[in-house]
C-alpha cells in the first residue's frame, strides 16, 4: 500500500491502542527501563532526575528542555568499555555531542567517533586527544579532511574512490601518511527501518564487498605510500537488538580481510564492526546488555578468524544510542487538551505539548515510538489511551503516538518523555521559527546548562 505522502501518522485514523501496550495499574509509575538509572518519581509524584525536580528545572530554565544525567551517561559508558575488554570502544558523537560530552567520554577512556568538521571542531574545542578520534562520513570536503589530517586524527574511514584520491593529494602536499579504514558494505538487511539500515547495497554508505569494489578500494590504498591501510569497517544499522545480524556481517567482513591477506600480503590490524545497539523506548523493546553483546560478537569474530586461519585483529565497536539515549529525558509543559471524536464512537485523548517535531523529528521521521509520564504531580484517575503531540503547523507533528496517561491531565501539567538523549538534540532545528530546547545536566541534585545552548 502506496504511503500517505505526509507520513503514514497523516494518514493515522485508528485509536486502539497497539498490541504492545498494555494500560498500566497506576500510570503515575516509571518503567525503569525506559528511564535513567538516577530518575524517580518523589511523594508528590513530581519526576526528580539525579536530585533535581524537573518542576524547578522548568521554572528557572523553561520548556522544553532535553534533562541529561551525568552519572548515567558514564555509568552506560563505563559498561562498555569494561564489557568489551580489548576492543576500542568508539562513542558515536552522532548521538549527542557537546563539549561536556566529548569530556566525559575521554575521561571514561572511550575514543569518539566524528562525521563532520563541525563536530571535529566541538572534539578538538573540548582538548580531545586527535589520535583518539575517529572521523566518518561519504562527503567530507577537502577542508574537513585537511582539518583532520593537521590535526593527527587517529584513523579516517574512506567512502568512495573520489575520497582516496582527495586524501591521497592532501597528505601529499602535508608530507604526512593518512591512517585510513574502509567502509564497506556487507549486504545485511539490518532488522529496522530503511533510513537507518545501512549495510544492505542499495544506499549510499561504503564499498560494497559483492560487487569487489571493496577490494579494489584495499589495494589502491596499500599502494599508496601517502595512506596507512588500518582495515575494514562495517556498520549495518540502528536499534539492533541482537547479534545475528553482527554474525552475517562479520562473516563476510572477515573475509574480505583474508582475502586481503592472502592475495595482497598484507594483514591489516584492525577491524571495526561499527555500533547501532538498541535501547529500550518502550516496553516492546528488549536490548541486550554491552556483556551479552561483548560475549556474542567476541565468539563471532573469534570463530571466523579461525576459520579462515588468520590472526584475531584488534576490534572496534561504535556506541551511541546504547550510552546517551536513556540518560537523557525531555520536559514538556501541557498546552491544551482535547478528545478528539472518531468513527464508530471511538475517541482519542489529543494532549499538546510546547515542543514538538523541532526538538524530537524521529516519531516523524522513523515512525518512531516512545512512552511518556506526568512529571510534576500525583493524579488519582484512571489511566485514559493519549497521543501527545507538538505545536507545530503539521498534522504529523507526534512526539508520542500512545500512552496511558491519567485521565484529568490538563494544561500546566508537565509531561517528561524518556530516551531522547540520541538524535533528538542533534537533529532539532527551528521549525516554525521555535528555539531549540537547552540540555540540562544533572547530578547530586545540582544541575547546569551545557555548551548545547538554546538557539
Known amino acids: 500500500m502506496r504511503a500517505h505522502e505526509a507520513g503514514a501518522l497523516h494518514a493515522d485514523l485508528g485509536h486502539r491502542a497497539p498490541p504492545w501496550l498494555r494500560a498500566p495499574r497506576d500510570p503515575n509509575e516509571l518503567v525503569p527501563s525506559l528511564w535513567s538509572m538516577n530518575a524517580k518519581k518523589d511523594a508528590e509524584g513530581a519526576l526528580v532526575v539525579g ?49 561536556t560530552v566529548v569530556r566525559w567520554v575521554m575521561e571514561e577512556g572511550l575514543n569518539l567517533d566524528i562525521c563532520s568538521g563541525g563536530e571535529l571542531a566541538v572534539a578538538l574545542r573540548a582538548g580531545a586527544d586527535p589520535k583518539r578520534l575517529g572521523f566518518h562520513g561519504n562527503n567530507k ?31 601529499k602536499e602535508r608530507g604526512v601518511v593518512a591512517p585510513v579504514m574502509v567502509r564497506v558494505t556487507a549486504g545485511v538487511e539490518a ?65 574480505l580481510h583474508a582475502r586481503v591477506s592472502e592475495e595482497i600480503g598484507v594483514d591489516m590490524p584492525e577491524l571495526d564492526l561499527g555500533g547501532g545497539f538498541g535501547i529500550a523506548y518502550t516496553t516492546q523493546d528488549d536490548p541486550s546488555d554491552p556483556a551479552q553483546l561483548a560475549t556474542e560478537m567476541g565468539k563471532i569474530v573469534e570463530h571466523e578468524c579461525h576459520e579462515h586461519d588468520i ?24 498546552g491544551t487538551v482535547k478528545e478528539v471524536e472518531l468513527d464508530a464512537g471511538a475517541a482519542r485523548t489529543y494532549v499538546s505539548v510546547d515542543g514538538g517535531m523541532s526538538d ?96
Request: glycine share 8%; proline share 5%; net charge negative.
Open 51 to 99: 536530585g533535581v525536580d524537573v518542576r524547578d528545572l522548568v521554572a528557572e530554565h523553561g520548556s522544553p528542555a532535553y534533562v541529561l544525567d551525568e552519572d548515567d551517561f558514564r555509568a552506560r559508558a563505563r559498561a562498555f568499555k569494561h564489557a568489551f575488554k580489548g576492543v576500542d570502544v568508539y562513542y558515536a558523537g552522532k548521538a549527542f555531542l557537546c563539549t
Open 141 to 171: 570536503s577537502e577542508a574537513e579532511l585537511g582539518r583532520a589530517l593537521d590535526a593527527g586524527v587517529g584513523r579516517i574511514v574512506v567512502d568512495s574512490q573520489f575520497e582516496i584520491t582527495r586524501l591521497i593529494e592532501l597528505a
Open 191 to 255: 532488522h529496522t527501518h530503511a533510513y537507518i539500515a545501512t549495510a544492505h547495497e542499495d544506499q549510499k554508505f561504503g564499498f560494497s564487498i559483492t560487487s569487489g569494489a571493496a577490494f579494489e578500494a584495499v589495494a589502491r590504498i596499500n599502494e599508496a605510500p601517502e595512506l596507512e591501510l588500518l582495515g575494514l569497517h562495517s556498520h549495518i544499522g540502528s536499534q539492533i537488538f541482537d547479534s545475528s545480524g553482527f554474525e552475517v556481517a562479520a562473516k563476510r567482513v572477515i573475509a
Open 311 to 334: 590472526p584475531v585483529p584488534q576490534v572496534s565497536v561504535e556506541p551511541g544510542r546504547a550510552i546517551v539515549g536513556p540518560a537523557m529525558c525531555t520536559v514538556y509543559s501541557v
Open 360 to 455: 524530537n523529528i524521529r516519531t516523524a521521521l522513523y515512525d518512531a515510538d516512545y512512552s511518556c509520564t506526568l512529571a510534576n504531580r500525583y493524579s488519582s484517575t484512571e489511566p485514559t489511551l493519549a497521543r501527545v503531540v507538538g505545536k507545530h503547523c503539521e498534522a504529523g507533528d507526534i512526539v508520542v503516538k500512545d500512552e496511558f496517561l491519567p485521565a484529568d491531565v490538563r494544561p500546566g501539567d508537565l509531561i517528561a518523555v524518556p530516551g531522547t538523549g540520541a538524535y533528538c538534540r542533534s537533529m532539532a532545528s527551528n521549525y516554525n521559527h521555535v528555539p531549540r530546547p537547552p540540555v540540562i545536566a544533572v547530578k547530586d541534585g545540582r544541575a547546569r546548562k551545557s555548551e548545547a545552548k538554546r538557539s
